[in-house]
Structures are given as structure tokens and as C-alpha cells.
T-cell receptor, first 115, second 110 residues
Framework: GAGVSQSPRYKVTKRGQDVALRCDPI?????LYWYRQALGQGPEFLTY????????KSGLPNDRFSAERPEGSISTLTIQRTEQRDSAMYRC?????????????FGEGSRLTVL | QQPVQSPQAVILREGEDAVINCSSS?????VHWYRQKHGEAPVFLMI?????EQKGHEKISASFNEKKQQSSLYLTASQLSYSGTYFC???????????FGKGTTLSVSS
């Protein structure tokens, strides 16, 4: 497709389970970002990839959160031992090359609910 | 580090104007503006760069005052399609990602 694709769109899990959220960026986009968005709030930065290199993970809340982009394209955000406070919309965004090209293209998001 | 937006919400009738402000406590090199409609992903509006360059593809204007560390988004002759939540974003310390404000919700009615 032409846009950023995320899956699953909805995920309901029980506390303590691991979840993996997938992001397929726009073809050719070097930069990939993961954000988390609570209802009524702005997107909160989690982590940034330049090609396959994770260049900034300063926004990851704790060590239960990890992300990878092994071949510089598709990325996976993994949350281990989920907690209720992890419930949120997780959005992936991609850009041609960093912030200087201007536009981040956001995906439709994966809504995670932890029971 | 999070930029501060004001006002939190604006209610307009079609054809009226609005200004949304974004300010930061640190030096700004660029300010990015996005609009998010209910249930949808944020969509890029424009970027304002230090030195005055603007890049955008909507008929919406903005200003960037580097000294005051502020940006304002000007929505003139508002249309129903302008409704949504507007976010400003500024670069994080590392210059790798955007940090977004809490948003300004704009409601335009006929």
C-alpha cells in the first residue's frame, strides 16, 4: 500500500502477556518512529530508527518495551509482561530521511487494551 | 521539553478566524504542525524552520518567532473541514524526533 501500515489494528490481552505490534513503513523511507498516544493527548515519542539502527530509545518507558527493525524496513514494538497502564494507541510514523524533510507519515495505529 | 499550546479548545462558526499558539522553554530550530481528526492519524500541515523558511501544503499560514521561542498557526475564514485537534511538535534534545504538545481542539460549525 501507499501508506504506513500497522497491525494488528486492535489487540486485547491479559495482564502479564507479551504483545508484538508491527509497522510497515512507506517504501524507501529511511526513518521510522514509534509513538504512543493516550486519549485526548498528543503523541508521546518512544523510539527512532534510521535504517536498521535504533538511534534513539530515550522514550521507551521501561525495559519491558523494546523495538527492532532488523532489515531497515518493517519494525516490531514488543511489550513484555503487559500492565493495564500500557493500554493506549501505539502509532508508527515514517519519513523520507529524518526531520529535515518535514513530513512524518503516521499509520492508523494499533489500539492496545490490557485487561 | 514538551511545547505548550494555547488555547486548549476553540469553537468557531464557518468563516471565522482562529490563532493557535505554541511555545517552548528551549531554543527552537523548527516547529512542526499536525492536525488530527477524530479517530484518524495525525496529518502533516507544515514545518517552519529557523530563518523563516516554511514548507507546507495547506492554505494555512504560520509564524515562527525564534527569539520568543514561539510559533502561531493562523486559520483564516475557517471551513468545516478545519475541525480537529492541532498539535505542534518541536525537536527533542537529540534532534531525532518530535515532541508534541497536548493539542488544541478546534470545532467549526455551520
Amino acid at each position: 500500500g501507499a501508506g504506513v501500515s500497522q497491525s494488528p489494528r486492535y489487540k486485547v490481552t491479559k495482564r502479564g502477556q507479551d504483545v508484538a505490534l508491527r509497522c510497515d513503513p512507506i517504501s524507501g523511507h529511511v526513518s521510522l518512529y514509534w509513538y504512543r498516544q493516550a486519549l485526548g493527548q498528543g503523541p508521546e515519542f518512544l523510539t527512532y530508527f534510521n535504517y536498521e539502527a535504533q538511534q534513539d530509545k530515550s522514550g521507551l518507558p521501561n525495559d519491558r518495551f523494546s523495538a527492532e527493525r532488523p532489515e531497515g524496513s518493517i519494525s516490531t514494538l514488543t511489550i513484555q509482561r503487559t500492565e493495564q497502564r500500557d493500554s493506549a494507541m501505539y502509532r508508527c510514523a515514517s519519513s523520507l530521511a529524518g526531520l529535515n524533510t518535514g513530513e512524518l507519515f503516521f499509520g492508523e495505529g494499533s489500539r492496545l487494551t490490557v485487561l | 521539553q514538551q511545547p505548550v499550546q494555547s488555547p486548549q479548545a476553540v469553537i468557531l462558526r464557518e468563516g471565522e478566524d482562529a490563532v493557535i499558539n505554541c511555545s517552548s522553554s528551549k531554543a527552537l530550530y523548527s516547529v512542526h504542525w499536525y492536525r488530527q481528526k477524530h479517530g484518524e492519524a495525525p496529518v502533516f500541515l507544515m514545518i517552519l524552520l529557523k530563518g523563516g523558511e516554511q514548507k507546507g501544503h495547506e492554505k494555512i499560514s504560520a509564524s515562527f518567532n525564534e527569539k520568543k521561542q514561539q510559533s502561531s498557526l493562523y486559520l483564516t475564514a475557517s471551513q468545516l473541514s478545519y475541525s480537529g485537534t492541532y498539535f505542534c511538535g518541536t525537536e527533542n534534545q537529540a534532534g531525532t524526533a518530535l515532541i508534541f504538545g497536548k493539542g488544541t481542539t478546534l470545532s467549526v460549525s455551520s
